[in-house]
Structure formats: C-alpha cells, structure tokens
C-alpha cells in the first residue's frame, strides 16, 4: 500500500510516517514509479510505536525496543528481552524525576499562594 493510504488506515500523517522511516522505525520497498509500498504489517508496527510514544519513548529508544522484539525469538515472551526493560525503567526514572520536580513547584506555589492570603487578611 502507498504512504496515503498507510496513513488513511493507522490516522498517522504521511509526515510522521516518513520520519519512522527515516529513524528505521519501519521499511517500505520502492515501486518502479519512486513510491513507496508498505506492506500490511506496517499497520500493526506504526500502532505499536503509538503505543511507544505514548509512554514518553523517544524515537531512537523505540527503535532499540523494536529491533529487540524483532530479534526475540519466541514472541510471546517478548517481556524477557533485557533491553526493553532498560528502556521502560529508563522511563519510569525519568518520570518520577518529573515527578518530584513537579512536586517541589507545587508545594512552593502553595507556600506562594499562602502567603499572599495571609497578607490579605
């Protein structure tokens, strides 16, 4: 299928499907005519690297994960592959990062806020 209709059926634009391309996220064949031909099983991959960027995933980890998957052997144990977890746990630290960060604002934006109400009164 050309990238037009890859992108009528994923909801993915032309653009990021071509980014995907460009970072090795997926591969398309070039017809005679220059077009690109995906077949159907870019469908399946561009909504798993939704899925991906969805959880904060950066395009160059999303490759790493998905080349792991690729590589894995027995499919249903997918959740065995150590690079994946490195990734997710890589996340996880970062979120919670942001996490305490975030918290820290608020606490001070209360303490802020306080302050301004008792002056007030």
Same mark, same amino acid.
């Given at each position: 299928?050309? =990238?037009? !209709?890859?992108?009528?059926?994923? *909801?993915?634009?032309?653009?990021? /499907? #071509?980014?995907?391309?460009?970072?090795?996220?997926?591969?398309?064949?070039?017809?005679?005519?220059?077009?690109?031909?995906?077949?159907?099983?870019?469908?399946?991959?561009?909504? =798993?690297? !939704?899925?991906?960027?969805?959880? *904060?995933?950066?395009?160059?980890? /999303? #490759?790493?994960?998905?080349?792991?998957?690729?590589?894995?052997?027995?499919?249903?144990?997918?959740?065995?592959?150590?690079?994946?977890?490195?990734?997710?746990?890589?996340?996880?630290?970062?979120?919670?990062?942001?996490?305490?960060?975030?918290?820290?604002?608020?606490? #001070?934006?209360?303490?802020?806020?306080?302050?301004?109400?008792?002056?007030?009164?």
């Amino acid at each position: 299928m050309e =990238i037009g !209709q890859l992108s009528k059926r994923t *909801g993915v634009s032309v653009r990021s /499907i #071509r980014h995907y391309e460009k970072k090795g996220l997926i591969t398309a064949t070039r017809l005679e005519n220059g077009y690109r031909d995906f077949d159907e099983s870019a469908i399946d991959r561009i909504k =798993i690297i !939704q899925i991906y960027l969805g959880l *904060g995933l950066t395009t160059d980890q /999303i #490759r790493g994960v998905l080349n792991c998957h690729d590589n894995f052997v027995y499919p249903d144990y997918e959740y065995l592959c150590e690079e994946t977890l490195e990734v997710y746990e890589e996340r996880l630290n970062e979120v919670n990062r942001n996490i305490d960060t975030l918290n820290t604002v608020k606490k #001070r934006l209360e303490k802020q806020i306080n302050q301004i109400k008792k002056s007030d009164s």
